[in-house]
Every structure is written in C-alpha cells, then in structure tokens.
C-alpha cells in the first residue's frame, strides 16, 4: 500500500509538471511535443527501470539509469513547487491569463536555478558541527571524550568510494576516542560487501566504531548488511548494549520507522536494548530514528544520537518532515536527556541538498561536576 501511495503521487507529480511544462512558450519553440513526452516518461520511469536492467546483468545501463532517475526524484519537486506556484499566482491562468505564461516561465526558471543551487550544495564536503554535552554518570576520566556521529551516508551509486574515502579522512582528523554510524549506511546491495566493507574498515578508533541498523538496512539484504560491518569490527547493536570501556555503555535499537510502518510494537526492542544495565554507568544511546523512548528520558540515558530526516534535504520538504519528526535536526533537550540529530552526512535519491549541507556530528562528553 505504502509503494502504491508513493507511485501514485509521483505519477501525478511526473503528469502535472509535463503538462505545465508544455504550455511554457520557451519550452515548446524548443521542443517537440512528442519527443518532451517521450523524455518525460523516460524520466518517470528511469528509476524503476535501474532495478529492472540489473537482474539482466547490465550494470552500467542500471546504474546510469539510476543516476538519471535519482536526480529527476529531486528536479521534479522543485520543478512541480515553482510551477504551481506560478498557477496559484495566476488562478491556474483564469485570473491573469496575459501574463501567466509570462509568471510560469519565471517559476520554472526559479526551480531551475534552486536546481543548480541544490546540485552545488551537496557535491561540497560536509561541515562539521561541533557540541559539548554534560553526560549522566559519565566517569571523570572520560571527561573530554570525543564522539563522532555520521548518519545516512548512502553510500552507493551516488555516492561512491571516492567520496566515501575523503568522509573517512574527515572523521579521523577529528581524532574520535569513538566512532557512530547512525544507521543508512550502504544503499548499494548486491555487490556491497565486496566493494564496501574494506571502505568501511579504515574507520578507527580508541574506543570502538558503533552502528545501529537504518531503515535502508532493511530492504534488500539485511544479513549482507550486518556482514559488511562486522567483518571489518564495526559493533552492530541489534536491540542491544554493550560496555565500550568502564563506566560506559553503548546501547543500540534498529530502525522504528519500519517497525510501526510493518505495525510492529517497537517498545520491547527498546526495553532489550537498554535493560540491565549497570545504574552507575553513562549511557549513549543510539536509534536510526529521532523517537525517543516511550518512557521519555531512559532512566540513565545521558545521550541520545539519531539522523533519519535528512532536515527534510530539500527545502520546503523540511516542513513535511517535521510533522512526522519533530526532532528534525540539531540538538535538543527531552525531559532533561540530550538527543543529538545529525541531518545526514549524504543524501538519499538525488545528490541535491537545499539549503544546507551534509553534517558530521564531533560531540565532546563531559562528565558533570559536583
């Protein structure tokens, strides 16, 4: 049902921007009819395609397909925004119909320039946002530690290893005492533990690299995922905790957007995940998404990191976001534990951001004091 809601909106997004984009004057001296349909159904169907393609075997044409598609998943929203736009101006051309040819050629030269914007901002290399936090319990001789929090990296066609090797060399001149993947971390299944586990193995730290399963991890192939990581000594937390030196824990749930959209009651997951525990210990807590726990502040909890959302990655898709996930991005105070939400080190679909960047997340704990 959920694929069906999501097929049916692109389809009707894909038909309304064609069918604007006809009736713009620059486009139609330009193109022919026939061949802008011929385009349109070829982008609305490039991305499916990709996926039909490579069980044929045909790696590149998949892959380029899939590139194609990704980016058109980004342009056509802001394709569609500025085109209707230009109809709510002009009352879908009733109200002006003089000058609305002229207002929808303006909304689609705007979308196309928020376009070249989004492209420029998310082929620039991550910022670093830097946090200190007081952590509950937190020995006095881990005061100081360093924390690195990457989320939703995505790596596969889009981005690939060269980008995946210049964020690892990012994250280690931090210089971590401990590294988290918050979850999303390989798209590209199939040939993914081959291609990205020795990638991913250059990850290193004192205190341990730690990962948490994201909704991506889910599809396809789940137990190939887990591989990749544990192979080259990344701790995976499936609904579970572990020590990463004295008086520190680090607890782990998978994904909770699939749990409840498969209706599956998730609060046992986070009661594996974070009960017996040792009381006089700091606790990090790690989940895929910004749901804190039912019970709120997790007795113990003294962090929470999350990623998921993206900060809705192109603007003003933010705003749907948030209505699902309030903690969207940033830092944030929830009856007294702290949750950190990185708002994604890549992209997902197209490799467009707009307005901001991609983020790595540096936390330094501190131990409170007396």
Same mark, same amino acid.
């Given at each position: 049902?959920?694929?069906?809601?999501? %097929?049916? &909106?692109?389809?009707?997004?894909?038909?309304?921007?064609?069918?604007?984009?006809?009736?713009?004057?620059?486009?139609t001296r330009c193109i022919p009819?026939?061949?802008?349909?011929?385009?349109?159904?070829?982008?609305?169907?490039?991305?499916?395609?990709?996926?039909?393609?490579?069980?044929?075997?045909?790696?590149?044409?998949?892959?380029?397909?899939?590139?194609?598609?990704?980016? =058109?998943?980004?342009?056509?929203?802001?394709?569609? %925004?500025?085109?209707? /736009?230009?109809?709510?101006? /002009?009352?879908?051309?009733?109200?002006?119909?003089?000058?609305?040819?002229?207002?929808?050629?303006?909304?689609? *030269?705007?979308?196309?320039?928020?376009?070249a914007i989004a492209i420029l901002?998310?082929?620039?290399?991550?910022?670093?946002?830097?946090?200190?936090?007081?952590?509950?319990?937190?020995?006095?001789?881990?005061?100081?530690?360093?924390?690195?929090?990457?989320?939703?990296?995505?790596?596969? /066609?889009?981005?690939?290893?060269?980008?995946?090797?210049?964020? &690892?060399?990012?994250?280690?001149?931090?210089? $971590?005492?401990?590294?988290?993947?918050?979850g999303d971390t390989v798209e590209?299944?199939?040939? *993914?533990?081959?291609?990205?586990?020795?990638?991913?193995?250059?990850?290193?730290?004192?205190?341990?690299?730690?990962?948490?399963?994201?909704?991506?991890?889910?599809?396809?192939?789940?137990?190939?995922?887990?591989?990749?990581?544990?192979?080259?000594?990344?701790?995976?937390?499936?609904?579970?905790?572990?020590? *990463?030196?004295?008086?520190?824990?680090?607890?782990?749930?998978?994904?909770?957007?699939?749990?409840?959209?498969?209706?599956?009651?998730?609060?046992?997951?986070?009661?594996?995940? %974070? +009960?017996?525990?040792?009381?006089?210990? *700091? #606790?990090?807590? &790690?989940?895929? /998404?910004?749901?804190? $726990?039912?019970?709120?502040?997790?007795?113990?909890?003294?962090?929470?990191? +999350?990623?998921?959302?993206?900060?809705?990655? &192109? =603007?003003?898709?933010?705003?749907?976001?948030? +209505?699902?996930?309030?903690?969207?991005?940033?830092?944030?105070?929830?009856?007294?534990?702290?949750?950190?939400?990185?708002?994604?080190?890549? #992209?997902?679909?197209?490799?467009?951001?707009?307005?901001?960047?991609?983020?790595?997340?540096?936390?330094?704990?501190?131990?409170?004091?007396?």
């Amino acid at each position: 049902m959920f694929f069906r809601v999501i %097929l049916s &909106i692109w389809t009707l997004m894909n038909v309304y921007v064609g069918w604007r984009a006809s009736s713009v004057p620059v486009i139609t001296r330009c193109i022919p009819r026939p061949i802008l349909l011929a385009v349109l159904v070829l982008l609305w169907a490039s991305y499916l395609l990709s996926r039909m393609v490579n069980r044929f075997g045909l790696a590149h044409l998949a892959r380029f397909l899939e590139v194609i598609g990704s980016y =058109w998943v980004g342009i056509l929203f802001l394709l569609f %925004l500025g085109l209707l /736009t230009a109809d709510l101006v /002009t009352g879908f051309g009733f109200l002006m119909p003089r000058l609305a040819p002229t207002v929808r050629n303006c909304g689609l *030269a705007i979308a196309l320039v928020l376009c070249a914007i989004a492209i420029l901002q998310a082929h620039r290399a991550p910022v670093v946002t830097n946090y200190d936090v007081i952590v509950q319990n937190l020995p006095a001789d881990r005061d100081g530690t360093v924390l690195v929090l990457l989320s939703d990296t995505h790596l596969g /066609t889009m981005l690939d290893q060269r980008w995946a090797l210049a964020r &690892i060399a990012q994250v280690q001149s931090l210089r $971590p005492d401990l590294v988290v993947l918050a979850g999303d971390t390989v798209e590209d299944h199939g040939v *993914a533990k081959r291609k990205w586990g020795p990638v991913l193995g250059r990850l290193s730290a004192p205190l341990g690299v730690w990962a948490v399963e994201g909704n991506h991890e889910t599809y396809g192939f789940p137990d190939e995922h887990d591989s990749i990581l544990e192979d080259v000594g990344i701790h995976l937390l499936h609904n579970r905790w572990e020590q *990463a030196a004295p008086g520190l824990i680090i607890a782990g749930v998978d994904d909770l957007t699939t749990k409840r959209r498969r209706d599956i009651d998730y609060r046992p997951l986070l009661d594996r995940a %974070l +009960s017996d525990r040792p009381s006089t210990a *700091a #606790t990090i807590f &790690i989940s895929h /998404t910004p749901w804190p $726990p039912d019970r709120a502040a997790y007795p113990g909890i003294g962090l929470m990191l +999350s990623g998921h959302t993206h900060n809705g990655q &192109i =603007w003003p898709f933010n705003h749907v976001v948030k +209505s699902m996930y309030p903690f969207i991005a940033g830092q944030y105070n929830v009856n007294g534990m702290p949750l950190i939400v990185c708002r994604g080190t890549g #992209t997902w679909g197209p490799l467009m951001r707009l307005w901001q960047r991609g983020e790595i997340v540096r936390v330094t704990l501190h131990a409170a004091r007396n």
